[in-house]
Nanobody, 115 residues
């Protein structure tokens, strides 16, 4: 069984930075797109950023220029560097991946940005 385990969330002041990590583990044959979604209280889960196995990236307009997604294919790990954080970035951040041709989700990590 495949698992995605996130780390790196926490509390930060506006303007600060955080780096999220997500590692895939288990019996892995193939890793496709990986990425991050977020869900604020009372809102739907939205795309933050995704990255293909070849390194092509896509970002939500709200995070362009502030967040950077990257991955280490040898470690089956995806990262999200978040800079210039704003209070509206506060949410639970979920790791996402197409692992062995199936969708997998992490358990979520809380990011709170104080004003």
């Amino acid at each position: 069984q495949v698992q995605l385990v996130e780390s790196g969330g926490g509390l930060v002041q506006a303007g600060g930075s955080l780096r999220l990590s997500c590692a895939a583990s288990g019996k892995i044959f193939r890793v496709g797109v990986m990425g991050w979604y977020r869900q604020a209280p009372g809102k739907q889960r939205d795309l933050v950023a995704i990255i293909t196995s070849s390194g092509t990236t896509t970002y939500a307009d709200s995070v362009k220029g502030r967040f950077a997604i990257s991955r280490d294919n040898a470690k089956n790990t995806v990262y999200l560097q978040m800079n210039s954080l704003k209070p509206e970035d506060t949410a639970v951040y979920y790791c996402y991946g197409i692992i062995n041709l199936s969708q997998s989700w992490g358990q979520g990590t809380q990011v709170t940005v104080s004003s």
